[in-house]
Nanobody
Framework: QVHLLESGGGSVQAGGSLRLSCEAS????????MGWFRQGPGKEREGVAA????????FYADSVTGRFTISQDNANNTLYLHINSLKPEDTAMYYC????????????????????WGQGTQVTVSS
């Protein structure tokens, strides 16, 4: 069983930065993907960044490319999301997730392919 616990959210002004963390416990296969997703008010959950655990290859949604960076610390089983140049439209609950099996890379930003989810951490950006 995999457990994921996010932290690092908060209220910031536009242009600011945050680092979100996700502590993972349980067995995560290196063939799996880990990702960050967000869900804003009245919006569907969307993938913003993912990383293939074995190689460290990263994937980003077009809307966050250049501002978000996903990284992993395998020694401490921790996933990070560095967010720069925050915008009000980044306001959302941010979730960490892990797949339960290998998936095609083109699916790695789609939430329906992830089996394990954390409880989320809220990010609020004011203008």
């Amino acid at each position: 069983q995999v457990h994921l616990l996010e932290s690092g959210g908060g209220s910031v002004q536009a242009g600011g930065s945050l680092r979100l963390s996700c502590e993972a416990s349980g067995v995560i296969d290196s063939r799996n993907y880990m990702g960050w997703f967000r869900q804003g008010p009245g919006k569907e959950r969307e993938g913003v960044a993912a990383i293939y655990s074995r190689s460290g290859r990263t994937f980003y949604a077009d809307s966050v490319t250049g501002r978000f960076t996903i990284s992993q610390d395998n020694a401490n089983n921790t996933l990070y999301l560095h967010i720069n140049s925050l915008k009000p439209e980044d306001t959302a609950m941010y979730y960490c997730a892990a797949t339960g099996s290998a998936i095609y890379s083109w699916r790695c930003l789609l939430p329906q392919y992830y089996n394990y989810w954390g409880q989320g951490t809220q990010v609020t950006v004011s203008s």
